[in-house]
């Protein structure tokens, strides 16, 4: 929820440092309970170990808890409303298949997007501010831990604005002005996200903060930012970005697929890292099937499955299927991306937000849409002959176009709700989601409804059209 006091300013800072304590990541607390008018961050404020505590505990949270947009239900429910995946048991979950959202999980948008967002938001906005403030932490650590929070809050924008289009600007953490703030309109919204990514950049260096790649650096900063600039048609920006990514020396695609969602991925450039000592990742953790008995949940659609080409080696290496009910049911196919179930297993998967892969397919984009063929036609192939298939036939702007966009689906399939962004973005998804599903199917359907209890908190929200 949005509206929050001092108290739950207090409530929202001490549950990310009690995170950042069970992961080990706080060297030092002070152990000081202030009074609820007491605005908490002047203790969390006090050294470098509480200020980098407090930052790290954001990431933690975004992982920690199994039933939010930054833990696998983007990857899901996105997955849902394209036409990626559908889920094995009728349920409530059908309204996402269907698109047709009601009253019944609204309560779930608010827990599993919405306030998460917002949660994260919020932190950011107090952090940026106190560390702007404070004069006991160091000048250089100061601006690493604020063009982490930059990029954090222009991350949560990006997929809040992808998921339901206008939403509140928050920028500060005065919680009575966000209470009654009305939406902002999504290229507004962009603008932020593109402002708060500059400043990342600027503050952060190619160094990560940690010798693992679960903090931001300045080249994350740039692979969201290509993206960003993809989205909003800045072609020469968007090959730009992606081109300093792909040229930093520091990246490079994984040769053997099975190799690109491991916690070693040197095709990775931000990961996020549980502290659950039971499983590896919560997405890999909600799609792989417990035992060869247990009930499937979330598979893949027959048209991704026919998606794939011949001999594409990422349908070997990332789709795998079982028998249900066994021995004698049906072959179903599901997203092998993760292939760590749980049952503590020793970590050696973290999950993957940002990798090297995209940043050719939007640099590729990028040039087709000013008419580089060549150059385009170059980054698909890399693409392309990692997964073991032949160079792109595509030889003009339009083939190159449709080529590409076959590309990201089965590359970034089941991944970040990318294919359910894809087909908003190009304005596909009537073509493609209103011939798979006729009769629920409407234009208004490419956004989810603003959850009711927020509309209930703020009367200055109103609901999207078809809702």
């Not at 269907?98 to 949660?119: D, E, G, R």
Request: charged share 15%.
């Amino acid at each position: 929820m949005r509206s929050v006091n001092n108290i739950a300013k207090y409530l929202v800072l001490t549950s990310i440092l009690i995170t950042c304590i069970l992961s080990g990541g706080c060297k030092k607390f002070v152990n000081v309970s202030p009074p609820f008018n007491q605005l908490p961050s002047k203790v969390v404020f006090t050294n470098d170990a509480t200020a980098s505590a407090t930052v790290n505990g954001i990431y933690s949270e975004m992982i920690n808890n199994s039933s939010q947009f930054t833990s696998g239900f983007t990857t899901l429910y996105s997955g849902l409303a394209a036409d990626e995946l559908y889920y094995y048991s009728s349920s409530t979950r059908d309204e996402f298949l269907n698109n047709q959202i009601t009253l019944v999980n609204h309560s779930n948008l608010t827990s599993w997007f919405w306030s998460p967002a917002y949660k994260y938001i919020y932190t950011a906005n107090l952090c940026i501010e106190e560390l702007n403030k404070s004069v006991n932490v160091s000048a250089s650590l100061k601006n690493t831990l604020t063009g982490e929070c930059k990029f954090l809050r222009a991350f949560c924008y990006f997929h809040l604005v992808n998921l339901f289009g206008d939403v509140p600007l928050e920028i500060t953490s005065n919680y009575q002005i966000n209470a009654t703030l009305p939406r902002t309109p999504v290229a507004t919204v962009y603008q932020q996200i593109i402002a708060d990514l500059k400043d990342a950049q600027n503050l952060l260096s190619n160094t990560y903060p940690t010798s693992e790649r679960v903090r931001v650096n300045k080249l994350a900063a740039a692979s969201l930012l290509a993206r960003v600039y993809l989205y909003n048609k800045e072609w020469v920006n968007a090959e730009s970005q992606a081109t300093s990514v792909i040229g930093s020396g520091i990246y490079s695609l994984e040769a053997n697929l099975n190799n690109v969602f491991l916690k070693a991925s040197n095709e990775a450039i931000w990961q996020l890292r549980t502290i659950s000592s039971s499983i590896n990742t919560v997405e890999g953790n909600l799609i792989l099937p417990a035992s060869s008995t247990s009930t499937p949940t979330f598979l893949l659609t027959n048209t991704l499955l026919n998606a794939f080409e011949a001999g594409d080696q990422r349908k070997i290496a990332w789709v795998t299927s079982r028998i249900f009910p066994f021995p004698t049911g049906t072959s179903l196919y599901y997203p092998y991306k993760y292939k760590i179930y749980g049952n503590n297993a020793p970590l050696t998967e973290y999950y993957v937000v940002l990798r090297l892969a995209e940043q050719y397919l939007i640099r590729a984009e990028a040039r087709a849409q000013q008419n580089n063929i060549v150059g385009s036609q170059a980054d698909l192939n890399i693409i392309r002959n990692r997964s073991g298939l032949g160079n792109t036939f595509a030889s003009t702007q339009t083939a190159l176009l449709s080529a590409i966009e076959q590309e990201r689906r089965v590359e970034l399939f089941a991944e970040w709700g990318n294919r359910w962004y894809d087909l908003k973005r190009t304005n596909r998804a009537d073509a493609i989601l209103g011939a798979l599903k006729p009769i629920t199917w409407q234009s208004t359907d490419t956004l989810f409804p603003i959850p009711q209890d927020q509309i209930d908190l703020n009367q200055a929200l109103l609901q999207n059209p078809g809702y």
